[in-house]
């Protein structure tokens, strides 16, 4: 299978790094999706994991990048993230940082104010939006998109599921920023911003729940990171849409506020 997945790349013109090769040859999952799907992505995932080799944490992650194609998936995710970071001017200073005992985060950033921030890194998937008959019925086991499968989804309930996952891994005596980063049927980045207000600020509730960041409740959590990946064809690109919570005991540092325009959101402003 291995070396089939090979030919094939071969014949549709992909050439591999020796990163990603080193990953593939090893993996559970290959031949169960078109990974990586293009040249653009295959450069895009060597300079990743090249990233991740440079910081000695390229062994680390390759259990994960190698079990399933899940794993593999968030585990890309936190590296493109913390790749996105460094390239950002905001040093990893440390991985697998201690949290609220006994939970770890993914790293420690730390920008030109020399203030750390724990990150932790969520991606939340599509099969989080399937009703429990298509979940008995196996349709995780199926491709993400079928021929005439439409569906109405709440894209900015999984922003409020991530949060609530991850909300137990924040101690109250740092900053604390989580980063989605999602593969659901409609992106995050494809909402419109009074849709992430749902997720985030709205007060009464009548739409789902309150908002995480409409009280006090998630006081921890100083902000939450929409990461977006992005392909024009000519290029892959990073952006992150930060929105602050006004309620965090432990605001997050000015220099990572202002970089990534970190705001809160109104009715007025979306």
Not at 209 to 219: D, E, I, L, M, V
Not at 227 to 235: D, G, Q
Request: charged share 25%; hydrophobic share 40%; glycine share 8%.
């Amino acid at each position: 299978m291995l070396n089939l997945m090979k030919i094939i790349l071969h014949k549709i013109g992909t050439t591999l790094g020796p990163l990603t090769s080193t990953v593939i040859d090893r993996a559970c999952w290959a031949g169960e999706d078109e990974f990586p799907s293009s040249q653009l992505w295959a450069d895009e995932i060597e300079k990743v994991l090249n990233f991740a080799e440079v910081q000695g944490q390229f062994k680390r992650y390759l259990s994960d990048l190698t079990a399933s194609t899940s794993q593999r998936d968030s585990a890309i995710a936190e590296l493109r993230v913390a790749f996105f970071f460094h390239r950002n001017q905001f040093d990893i200073v440390r991985w697998k940082p201690d949290g609220l005992h006994p939970k770890e985060g993914e790293f420690l950033v730390r920008g030109p104010l020399r203030v750390d921030t724990f990150v932790e890194v969520k991606s939340p998937g599509w099969e989080g939006q399937l009703s429990g008959a298509e979940l008995k019925a196996g349709r995780p086991k199926q491709p993400k998109y079928l021929n005439g499968d439409f569906r109405s989804v709440a894209s900015w309930e999984r922003i409020q599921f991530a949060v609530d996952k991850a909300y137990e891994k924040f101690s109250p005596d740092k900053p604390n920023l989580l980063v989605v980063v999602d593969d659901l049927f409609v992106h995050l980045k494809c909402i419109h911003a009074r849709q992430a207000l749902c997720g985030t600020y709205e007060a009464d509730g009548t739409t789902y729940k309150a908002g995480c960041f409409s009280s006090s409740k998630y006081h921890s959590l100083g902000g939450v990171g929409i990461f977006l990946v992005k392909n024009n064809s000519k290029e892959i690109s990073y952006e992150m849409k930060l929105f602050l919570n006004p309620y965090a005991h432990i605001a997050l540092p000015d220099d990572l506020r202002q970089t990534f325009h970190g705001l809160v959101l109104t009715w007025e402003n979306c």
